[in-house]
């Protein structure tokens, strides 16, 4: 009886093996063809923060959706590896994938307490399947996909490779993925700096991340962190001792200070978009780039401080405009005033401070500041303005010199402008100031304002007319003229600046240095626009430039950066650049994936290289235009400011290729300058273009700001040269009639392609045309002779005996030219 009855047992425990074994396999065949390939955890790379450095090594930018630090297992403190293991799986060391023990236990307590929250069974292997493969979703179903990918992952992984996946992975809250971001954001330290009390609160932290807070409820943290220590003692990883003396720490959130951040917003902003489109969403904010930038910090805080300076010098001479914001009431001024701050931040100059107007006493406007001081705004500083705010009045305030609690009142301007500050040969962009504050509008007028350039656009007119025969003395008839405008339209005639008068027959020198419009378009017309045009789409300034004359002033539409690329390539003498806001980004691994400078480095760090041995860079790019042309405007431009729109800027003792640039209305103002290392390119202009005033123009605004940032970036540099290219000749020459004597600080150096070089001129005009005659031939029916004592310009004459102190031209050596006419090849004639 006995004996059937054990029978009977066997039986049917044998059946119901086979119809659980059945089950499984059912169940496995069922779910497992849809489980993702848990191979691809092979290469898995956890989302990383890319990082933006400065070019001396600042730090700009952090882009993460994630705040995470990966660490290898073999890296972290055994301790801290012990605490989750403990905490979380006590028998992961053991375990095929899952813990049949632990889920046995987890029902049962589930079963005895139905009203509680559920007890998890998931050890560490399958929260890896959890958080990498199949999701968080609360089903049957992922709870066995889970499993399976468990043992899937066991059978593929060690267990060190399981823990470095989980452990820099896990969500431990406040933002924090994986232990080595939470220990810097909870304790400020790294995981080897953390004490064991430190650790186990790592570990109590998976369970609920907000629940275990330390500042929220830090008697539940400590309750579950001294649950971690208690479970690490009963499996053997710390002593009673240990455990007693962690238990006694009291838990202190120190939280890790805000990295210090260069200020570059403009500049950063324009970098993340260049790297949006060269690596995606995905590549930037979990890729773990290390990106270092082209800016410089020093030149950065030079060039914004020198177009907010610029700008409020404009807004200060065309008067108060009154106040936009204003408090409802004094009476709880402190609070109101910190309030309305929060909404509205201050973007002002770093010395000026906000601050709301309290009334008026006999010394003058009684104001608050934020943080509750108090100040005056005397009478005198606001001469000319009628009681020009009241009370309530938010404004801004800059303290005087004396005395003191005093200040004066100032405005944030309307106007607005960019700064790009670039290296002339690699086209590194050290500075990018995109407005007068990036928090007060985002929009980037350096890259995104399409303006008209103006006359600052002439340099590439006066480049084709070089390219074309012309010569730096070619003269060109500066007088009205009159062209047929479209159809059903009026004729156009274009004036010169402010209506001035013209100047008559002027060499290309005169017209680029004086920026004469009249002189500009006869010889636009009498080279075509269509050579104009190609030089603009060469040097990047417009690529679909239209071929009409009143392109030549300026007229199409460009960005600034556009133009002081452009600029970059012709102080460099035409080669090639790339404007570039980024110098190299290397990968997670410290791999090197892009680099900008193409030129090669013969001697860096190669065998027996010495550490204090100058490289050598090899640039192996030729010109891409006439270098000889290139540097005959170059030198033009020199006179621009020396004599001419900008000669301000002769007293910085440099050489600077530069133009101003100012179009119909002052609505668009400019000034562009380049040395042999630098271009600094200024605007300004309202961001709905209207009138800037009367007589305000490039010269007036544009070109101080340049001032103020090259005097600061130009300190205590030796000028240097620009580079002369084969076969040009520099003669001297006189701006005065007759021979220039030596010394005469009429006279200057030219430059001229060699056969081209001027001797005297006899000449009459026709149209605007000047038709070179034989000496003393009388002039042909219906011409007018000039008269030379009133319309000729000076004689340009060579002084073979004078020095320009330059070696590549020593005195003596240039000989008297062949007597010749100067003369566009086949025609005879000059412009």
Request: charged residues 20%; positive net charge; glycine residues 10%.
């Amino acid at each position: 009886m006995v004996l059937a009855f054990l029978k009977w047992v066997l039986r049917l425990g044998f059946a119901g093996l086979v119809l659980a074994v059945a089950g499984t396999a059912g169940i496995y065949y069922y779910f497992a063809p849809g489980l993702p390939d848990h191979k691809q955890l092979i290469d898995y790379q956890p989302p990383m923060t890319t990082r933006l450095y400065t070019g001396d090594g600042r730090l700009l930018a952090e882009y993460a959706r994630e705040k995470r630090a990966f660490v290898p297992a073999a890296e972290m403190p055994k301790r801290l590896i012990y605490a989750f293991v403990a905490a979380e799986d006590q028998r992961f060391f053991w375990h095929p994938g899952i813990d049949p023990i632990g889920i046995t236990r987890a029902i049962f307590t589930n079963l005895q307490h139905p009203g509680r929250r559920p007890e998890g069974a998931s050890g560490i292997t399958q929260q890896v399947a959890k958080n990498f493969l199949v999701g968080s979703e609360t089903t049957i179903q992922r709870k066995i996909r889970e499993a399976i990918l468990a043992f899937r992952i066991e059978a593929a992984f060690s267990k060190e490779r399981i823990l470095e996946l989980y452990l820099n992975q896990i969500y431990l809250g406040s933002g924090n993925y994986g232990v080595a971001a939470a220990a810097l954001n909870y304790f400020n330290k790294s995981l080897d700096e953390l004490s064991l009390s430190e650790m186990a609160y790592l570990a109590a932290l998976p369970r609920s991340p907000n629940r275990y807070s330390i500042t929220r409820n830090p008697t539940l943290a400590h309750d579950r962190r001294n649950y971690v220590l208690g479970r690490m003692y009963e499996d053997g990883y710390i002593t009673a001792e240990e455990m007693a003396a962690a238990k006694d720490e009291q838990l202190t959130l120190r939280k890790r200070a805000a990295p210090e951040f260069a200020q570059a917003e403009f500049f950063t902003e324009e970098a993340r978009r260049n790297l949006l489109a060269a690596y995606g969403e995905k590549g930037v904010y979990e890729g773990g780039l290390t990106v270092r930038t082209s800016v410089d910090f020093e030149t950065q805080r030079v060039a914004d401080q020198a177009l907010r300076e610029g700008l409020v010098d404009y807004d200060r001479r065309h008067g108060w405009r009154g106040v936009k914001d204003k408090l409802p009431s004094i009476d709880n001024w402190q609070h109101d005033l910190a309030r309305h701050l929060e909404k509205t931040p201050f973007t002002g100059l770093k010395t000026w401070r906000p601050a709301v107007v309290l009334g008026y006493t006999n010394a003058g406007a009684r104001i608050g500041l934020q943080g509750g001081e108090e100040g005056i705004i005397p009478h005198g500083d606001m001469a000319g303005r009628v009681r020009p705010v009241s009370a309530g009045d938010i404004v801004a305030v800059e303290p005087r010199a004396k005395p003191a609690g005093t200040y004066s009142l100032r405005q944030i301007p309307e106007v607005d402008g960019a700064v790009v500050v670039m290296d002339v040969q690699t086209g590194r962009i050290l500075a990018m100031s995109g407005g007068w504050s990036y928090q007060r509008s985002q929009y980037n007028r350096a890259t995104q304002a399409q303006r008209q350039p103006g006359s600052s656009f002439k340099p590439f007119v006066y480049l084709a007319a070089l390219n074309a025969g012309m010569t730096p003395s070619t003269l060109i008839l500066d007088a009205p003229i009159e062209l047929p405008g479209g159809p059903g339209q009026a004729p156009w005639r274009p004036q010169n600046y402010g209506g001035g008068s013209a100047g008559g027959p002027m060499t290309l020198r005169q017209g680029l240095e004086q920026s004469r419009n009249l002189m500009t378009v006869r010889m636009a017309r009498a080279i075509g626009m269509d050579k104009v045009a190609a030089v603009a789409k060469k040097f990047g300034v417009d690529e679909d430039l239209k071929p009409y004359l009143p392109m030549a002033l300026g007229a199409g539409e460009t960005t600034l950066l556009r133009m002081t690329t452009a600029y970059a390539m012709l102080a460099n003498g035409a080669r090639q650049i790339t404007p570039s806001l980024i110098d190299r980004v290397q990968d997670r691994d410290g791999h090197t994936i892009f680099r900008h400078d193409p030129r090669t480095c013969m001697s860096c760090g190669g065998p027996g290289s010495a550490a204090d041995q100058i490289p050598t860079v090899v640039d192996r790019r030729q010109p891409f235009f006439d270098s000889a042309s290139t540097y005959q405007v170059v030198h033009l431009m020199q006179g621009v400011t020396t004599r001419g729109t900008a000669a301000r800027l002769a007293k910085l003792g440099r050489p600077i290729a530069g133009k101003t640039g100012t179009t119909n209305d002052s609505r668009d103002v400019w000034f562009i300058g380049a040395t042999p290392e630098l271009v600094i390119g200024v605007f300004v202009g309202f961001d709905d273009p209207k009138p800037l005033g009367g007589r305000e123009t490039g010269g007036s605004v544009a070109v101080p700001i340049y001032e103020k940032i090259a005097r600061q970036l130009y300190k205590d540099k030796a000028p240097t040269p620009f580079r002369i290219p084969p076969g040009v000749r520099l003669m001297r020459v006189n701006l005065a009639d007759g021979q220039p004597a030596p010394g005469d600080p009429s006279a200057i150096w030219e430059a001229f392609k060699p056969g081209t070089e001027p001797t005297g001129y006899d000449y009459h005009v026709v149209d605007g045309m000047t038709r070179f005659r034989p000496g003393g031939a009388p002039a042909p029916q219906g011409e007018e002779p000039v008269d030379p004592n009133a319309m000729m310009p000076p004689v340009w004459s060579v002084d073979p005996s004078a020095d320009s102190g330059d070696p590549a031209v020593p005195p003596g050596v240039i000989p008297p030219p062949r007597t010749r006419r100067p003369t566009l090849t086949g025609t005879g004639e000059t412009y």
